[in-house]
């Protein structure tokens, strides 16, 4: 098999995987190898010694909500000494936004997808403000995990349990001819995600006021469809992993220190570089010196052909990432430079339904000196500040090189 057929079969894969989203569980019950004293994060295998400010954060709240320290000074001792195992979610069929961190008493969207068989697996998306993905753990924060783990996550379990599952490739498809590009302006998928959800959560919740604030938080939040999206391009990346011979992008991901990515035809291995610091708008206050490097999982958006892939479709984006609406047309259209073809399901009306570019090619990135496009929200280096804007970024160049020197050496070229 060629490279060019390898690829196709890993597009095709790729593009005909169907996720659904079936189900919200326990992490620790339905996640492959979740440890009982495991955390998992954003982006590729990391260490305490090496995170960053955010993801320190993140990994001190998410000990603090599993009890299994009464403090933050414990908590960090506990991270620091080895207590607590860190891995990627990426290594567990799992993503994550920002700093990503699942811990196994947390609730996740499970994705079926029902071509290929895979599954994949996101936490809540806590809304804005101090949150845990921006490494914030005060009582606040740990509270609201804990009435959304506790308190919405059974009636969600419930309600998807009356349904047959909520297509979330048809959700997105719909989503891209409303203005969104299914990364960071999610303003149409999240009030269809509320359309699909609203009924069932009428019907299965047990008292009026549980049902009210439930439906208030997920229509509340503009972004409360991000996660189960993520996991639903997660589900469509990993169908396109493994291929032999494939030049094929599977895994884009950031952990706010290190900038990573896999290729399907070259198996588990990451290639990395310095995570690059995002060019954007600012929150008022806040500057570039604020700025942490990128982070999250949420670049699996673009690795599956949305986000800044399909930024022609959402012109309105600019307004907060920075640019004109032009802008958002020539980024979708240097993407097609670099993918192997167009998606047959996302489409974009203003490119008269053209598909979205879908599958990156390692050996484009490097012969043309594109890097992909990604649209990220920016979080302040110190943990628990939050998010003070957003903006683009594109991975270092170098771990494209790495990979392709790697293929090159595996496929004996």
Same mark, same amino acid.
């Given at each position: ?226 996660? !189960? ?5 997660? $589900?469509?990346?990993? +169908?396109?992993? #493994?291929?032999? =011979?494939?030049? @094929? *992008? ?121 890097? !992909? ?5 920016? $979080?302040?280096?110190? +943990?628990?500040? #939050?998010?003070? =804007?957003?903006? @683009? *970024? ?20």
């Amino acid at each position: 098999m060629s490279i060019d057929q390898a690829n196709q079969s890993a597009f095709e894969r790729m593009t005909s995987a169907r996720p659904i989203l079936t189900a919200v569980d326990v992490a620790g019950k339905v996640i492959p190898d979740l440890g009982e004293r495991m955390l998992l994060h954003a982006g590729p295998p990391i260490g305490w010694d090496r995170m960053s400010g955010p993801l320190k954060g993140a990994v001190i709240g998410a000990i603090l909500y599993e009890g299994w320290a009464e403090d933050e000074a414990r908590a960090a001792a506990m991270a620091e000494g080895g207590e607590v195992t860190f891995e990627p979610c990426h290594h567990h069929q799992a993503v994550g936004p920002m700093a990503g961190v699942i811990s196994p008493s947390m609730a996740v969207y499970v994705l079926e997808n029902l071509t290929h068989g895979n599954r994949a697996f996101s936490n809540f998306n806590e809304g804005y403000g101090k949150v845990l993905r921006y490494g914030a753990y005060s009582t606040e924060v740990l509270d609201k995990l804990r009435w959304m783990n506790e308190q919405m996550a059974p009636v969600l379990a419930a309600a998807l349990a009356e349904s047959e599952g909520l297509d979330i490739r048809a959700l997105l498809a719909e989503a891209l001819h409303m203005g969104d590009e299914g990364h960071n302006r999610n303003k149409a998928g999240s009030l269809l995600f509320l359309k699909l959800l609203a009924p069932l959560v009428a019907k299965v919740a047990q008292d009026k006021a549980t049902e009210e604030r439930i439906l208030q938080f997920v229509g509340d939040n503009a972004l409360s469809v991000l996660n !189960p999206v993520m996991a639903a391009c997660k $589900a469509m990346a990993d +169908a396109a992993h #493994g291929v032999e =011979g494939s030049t @094929l *992008v599977t895994t884009m991901a950031r952990n706010g220190t290190d900038f990573g990515i896999r290729v399907s035809g070259l198996g588990d291995d990451w290639f990395t570089a310095p995570a690059p610091t995002p060019d954007g708008l600012y929150f008022s206050g806040f500057s570039a010196a604020d700025a942490n490097p990128d982070i999250g999982d949420s670049t699996i958006t673009e690795t599956a052909g949305i986000g800044a892939f399909a930024m022609a479709a959402a012109p309105a984006i600019v307004t907060f990432v920075s640019g004109t609406p032009r802008d958002a047309v020539t980024a979708t259209l240097e993407m097609y430079e670099i993918t192997t073809a167009e998606h047959p399901h996302f489409t974009i009306p203003t490119l008269d339904f053209r598909g979205t570019p879908t599958g990156i090619d390692l050996r484009k990135v490097v012969e043309l000196t594109i890097t !992909p496009r990604i649209n990220t929200g920016i $979080a302040h280096r110190e +943990a628990g500040v #939050g998010q003070v =804007g957003a903006g @683009l *970024v594109r991975p270092p160049k170098e771990v494209f090189e790495q990979a392709l020197i790697a293929y090159a050496e595996r496929y004996e070229l």
